[in-house]
């Protein structure tokens, strides 16, 4: 169990708190711990902290401020004062000289790759001060970058036109391929190997990292009654359908369920508009989402559906 959590803090280190391409970096890591550091203070005076910004349907933006530790989601990355490597942990570890007692440690767990991907993979970037607001179109627009980088040319041109679901549908495919025991009788040795040897991209586990990340701070701010009746509301549609309708290849439990959760009450908040097309669009992705499973078992459908949506 202490091995595993070490793996998984060398994997989080090489593929999200990595400095690169607009992630941050670890303040400490060393590859025979199983704890990192993470810096939330920054002693330029100017530094921008981590942001939201909300096109609101009034035409004027909102923003909120977070410090570092604000936007790690306490559901997921519990605080906790010792290690017990089952799962992720975050504490504060005293007074460090020039900290300001701002250094967190992330005590590392056994979770799945899938796992740690999509609860480091968005907080790594947010966590890189200076960084414009995030916004809901940001978000979706990162979101098909990883898609589009996950096909190859060949499927670009195929699927230009298609939706969202289907690319991600297919970006899906191409990380993970399911082998079959016919498959895997049937083989050959090069065949196999060839398969085995395929990058693991994690691209759906990203996207799922953007979408629990949103779901995080619009629960967290309970904004969910002005994210549905914003201007950026057919981006956030488009960015939850199209991962949602894609089926979520190899996207943990917890991903798919704060999907469907975040779809779920945006949809809840349809069904008490004045519109009767507003009502109806929320009735029928509400009664879509109720023949699912995840949203029975994980109770979405814990308020009361109002009179006036089946009018």
């Not at 089952?86 to 007692?101: C, F, Q, R």
């Not at 609860?119 to 978000?139: C, K, V, Y």
């Amino acid at each position: 169990m202490l091995q595993q959590a070490i793996n998984n803090g060398n994997f989080i280190a090489q593929h999200c708190f990595n400095g690169e391409n607009g992630h941050g970096r670890f303040a400490g890591h060393d590859n025979d711990k199983p704890f990192s550091m993470l810096n939330t203070h920054s002693l330029e005076p100017e530094a921008r902290y981590p942001s939201f910004q909300l096109n609101a349907n009034s035409g004027k933006a909102q923003h909120w401020t977070y410090s570092p530790a604000e936007i790690i989601e306490s559901d997921l990355i519990r605080a906790r004062g010792s290690f017990g490597f089952t799962e992720s942990t975050i504490s504060s570890i005293g007074n460090l000289p020039g900290y300001d007692d701002r250094m967190l440690r992330l005590s590392h767990g056994s979770e799945t790759k899938p796992e740690s991907i999509e609860r480091n993979w968005m907080l790594s970037r947010e966590m890189q001060l200076d960084r414009p607001s995030l916004t809901i179109g940001s978000a979706l627009h990162l979101a098909k970058q990883l898609v589009n980088d996950a096909l190859t040319p060949e499927q670009r041109r195929s699927l230009h036109d298609k939706p969202f679901s289907e690319k991600l549908r297919q970006a899906g495919k191409n990380a993970a391929p399911v082998i079959s025991n016919q498959q895997r009788n049937e083989a050959s040795v090069t065949e196999l190997r060839a398969t085995a040897a395929l990058p693991e991209n994690f691209t759906l586990n990203k996207v799922a990292s953007i979408v629990g990340y949103l779901d995080h701070l619009i629960s967290s701010e309970q904004l969910t009654e002005e994210v549905a009746a914003s201007d950026d509301r057919q981006a956030l549609d488009e960015l939850l359908g199209g991962f949602i309708d894609s089926g979520m290849r190899g996207v943990s439990r917890t991903g798919r369920e704060q999907a469907v959760r975040l779809r779920c009450d945006l949809s809840l908040e349809d069904m008490w508009s004045e519109d009767p097309e507003t009502r109806r669009r929320g009735t029928d992705c509400l009664l879509a989402a109720s023949d699912s499973h995840i949203s029975r078992s994980m109770g979405v459908l814990k308020e009361g559906v109002p009179d006036k949506a089946w009018q």
